[in-house]
C-alpha cells in the first residue's frame, strides 16, 4: 500500500505527492491518495505493530520516499490520568495526552 497522489477533499483536485496541504483550485485540504489493490489488511497491522514506538512506524504510508537521516521519533505520546482535574471538572475520570513528551515539546 503505498502512497500514490494528493487529492483534494472538496473538488476531488490530484497533485502530485510533496509539501503540499491545501487544494489551489479551492483551498479544501488535501489527503493521501494510496494504491490499496493487493493490500493484505492483515499483513498492514502487523507491520505496523512491529515497528518503532513512534511515527515511523506508519513510514510506509507517508507520502515522501525515504526517510529523513536523524529522524526525530515523535508519536505515541503518553495519556496521563487527571484525578484531581476531573474530581475539579465534576466528571468520572480524565485522562490528558502529553505531548510534551514529542522530540519538539
Ligand atoms: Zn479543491
Redesign the pocket.
Known sequence: MAPTSLS?K??K?EYPLGASYF?E??F?PLEVTYETAGSDAAEIKRKIQAGSAGIWRYADFLPFTGRPKDPLEPGLTPLVRADRLAERLGIGELWVKNDAANPTH
Open positions: 483534494c472538496e473538488c483536485a487544494c483550485a479551492c479544501g
